[in-house]
């Protein structure tokens, strides 16, 4: 068990819709990444959040949005599903400090969205 | 941003070194590398990660090649467990992108 939660763990929606997806970082880490996994693509790294604010972007299409709030929670809100957005969303979290060290990320157990 | 280069898949017999290779040839001063896998149905969990200098812990060693365009990820006794995806990936600092590549496939043969 990393530490961090995400849910709901399964997700089916149909086209067009739109839907959240919500993780909890473990206890103390302020950075959040959101990343999608389908077949075809692998493992493409969407976005990343320390302590509220945007930090970078990777190919996050503009239907995607996310936001991390002041108790570190983040979401990932999908809009107007199409197919092709059926993936593993997994988020991570890893306790950044400073812009010039690396950090280890802890991967959450992941949302499987399935659009129809 | 500097890529990475890993096998698409390896075999090893359970109980023996496994060495999983990846190259980075354009590697910069500041890239770290990080090794993660990804267990079949489990999200990714980090390995090891090293600058300049082998680094060991429990899960396993990374050798790190003197130019530091190659380094080698070396699990001493691999066991049915280790059977996932590695994926090797290099990053500056904490706030570059994430560049996961399709990493490299690994069997144990019991």
């Known amino acids: 068990d990393s530490g961090v939660t995400q849910t709901p763990k399964h997700l089916i929606t149909a086209t067009g819709q739109r839907v959240t997806l919500r993780c909890s970082p473990r206890?103390?880490?302020?950075?959040v990444y959101w990343y999608q996994q389908s077949l075809d693509q692998g493992l493409q790294f969407l976005i990343q959040y320390y302590n509220g604010e945007e930090r970078a972007k990777g190919n996050i299409l503009e239907r995607f949005s996310a936001q991390q709030f002041p108790d570190l929670h983040s979401e990932l809100n999908l809009s107007s599903l199409e197919l092709g957005d059926s993936a593993l969303y997994f988020c991570?979290?890893?306790?950044?400090?400073?812009?010039?060290?690396?950090?280890?990320?802890?991967f959450g157990p992941g949302t499987r969205l399935t659009v129809l | 941003d500097a890529k990475t280069t890993q096998p698409n898949s390896m075999e090893s017999n359970e109980e023996e070194p496994v060495h999983l290779p990846c190259n980075h040839s354009t590697i910069s001063g500041t890239d770290y590398i990080h090794w993660y896998r990804q267990l079949p149905s489990q999200g990714p969990e980090y390995v090891i990660h090293?600058?300049?200098s082998n680094v060991n812990n429990r899960m396993a060693s990374l050798a790190i090649a003197e130019d530091r365009k190659s380094s080698t990820l070396i699990l001493h006794r691999a066991t049915l467990r280790d059977a996932a995806v590695y994926y090797c990936?290099?990053?500056?600092?904490?706030?570059?992108?994430?560049?996961f590549g399709p990493g490299t496939s690994l069997s144990v043969i019991p």
């Open positions: 090293g600058l300049t």
């Open positions: 206890s103390g880490d302020l950075s």
């Open positions: 990936i290099l990053r500056k600092t904490s706030y570059d992108k994430v560049i």
């Open positions: 991570a979290s890893s306790a950044v400090t400073t812009s010039g060290s690396t950090d280890t990320q802890y």
